[in-house]
């Protein structure tokens, strides 16, 4: 009698643990689109010609999935137009031809889930109003975007699951024993979980396995500094002076076009405006941690730094320097030139910097790792036509007019060659 109860359990117990595998299995394959990652691709790639709201060079990227018939079709267009073109899809020839026949830019190298992850990033930005926005109090204005990660909720179940499979694996063992016992066939007393040397070796080697994940991801990110947002002495807004009044990147950063570092403007650049806005009447700011912040106060401190009395129009005091925190930092060792990027590369300031024009306090957009680099050299395709600093590459002009190439990526130009970035 125990011994037939002791199979049938036994065989239930594999179908638990079929089905905990079945359960498993899923949820550990299946990886949610995360938007957080899907708008650093997007400023990567797609922002020089893509608004989410309103037409750029490209098409507003509100509601692109429902305006295509199959969501494959839309990764094959991202990922090279003309294939899809070429098999006379109606959409996309009525697309190509809306904007002058202009092809879109192919990107080969995105996968599959950076693809989603982009479209998941839209459909964040659909339900955001294109408008200022009100006032959220201090408990929103520093609150940071996350993307949606089931991860922790993935591995409480497997958890869940492996306790279980832990106590059924108990129970089948002590059925045994008592069939055992009852037919007189004395089978020894079962192993406490905490003593089976099985156990142990397998605990063993999860942690080992967990320790070394963690301990290698620490040492990857090891001066890596993405999302530093340090205080600076004067709370300066990029959102109010690049944003809301204009001010073009380049009247402050003046080196981003002519040298190796974009440089930090001087307290004259500031007090070319400032000796005329003695007050701050534009939208109310707040601090990354909600507090409020007095824009007028903060325009004081720019006066104290300069030496310059407000009331009598003149500098009455020597001035000192602000004394700014850097916010992007590369090893010594990385050779990075801003000029090159902007005026060879053409490269935009989001691409590396983000959102520039919505941030009150900068951070690092990117984590400036190797790795990102090199992606967006591989993936990146430069200006070569009509660009004097490509006249030396001969035969990709040539492969060009031959038709033997559509484009040229950084990569095809020395762009992951070591020495390039390593000196």
Known sequence: MYRRVSILLRKHFVSVLILCASIVIPFSAVKAADPAKGKQIFQQNCASCHNVHKKLTGPALAGVEGRWADKKLLHQWIRNSASVLASGDKYANNLFNEYNKTAMTAFPALTEEEIDDILAYVKVEETKTAGPKTDAGPATAGAKEEGSDNSLLFGIITLILAVVALILMQINSNLNKLAGDK?????????????????????????????????????????????????????????????????????????????????????NICMNCHKAIKEYTGPELFTAEGKKVDGTAEIAKLYDYVGWDADKGKYTKPGRPIEWTKIHNLPDHVYFNHSQHVVAGKQQCQTCHGNITEMDEVHQFADLSMGWCINCHRTTKVQFADNNYYSIFEKLHQDIKDKKIDSVTVEMVGGTECQKCHY
């Open 183 to 267: 037919e007189g066939q004395p089978t020894p007393e079962p192993i406490p979980f905490y003593k089976n040397k099985a156990y142990i070796a397998l605990a063993i080697l999860v942690l080992f396995m967990v320790g070394g994940y963690f301990t290698i991801q620490g040492a990857i990110g090891l001066g890596r500094q993405k999302d530093y947002m340090p205080e600076q002495p004067i709370f300066y807004s990029h959102k109010v002076h690049a944003g809301i009044n204009q001010i073009n990147c380049l009247y402050c950063h003046a080196g981003a076009e002519k040298s190796k570092h974009a440089m930090i403007p001087s307290e």
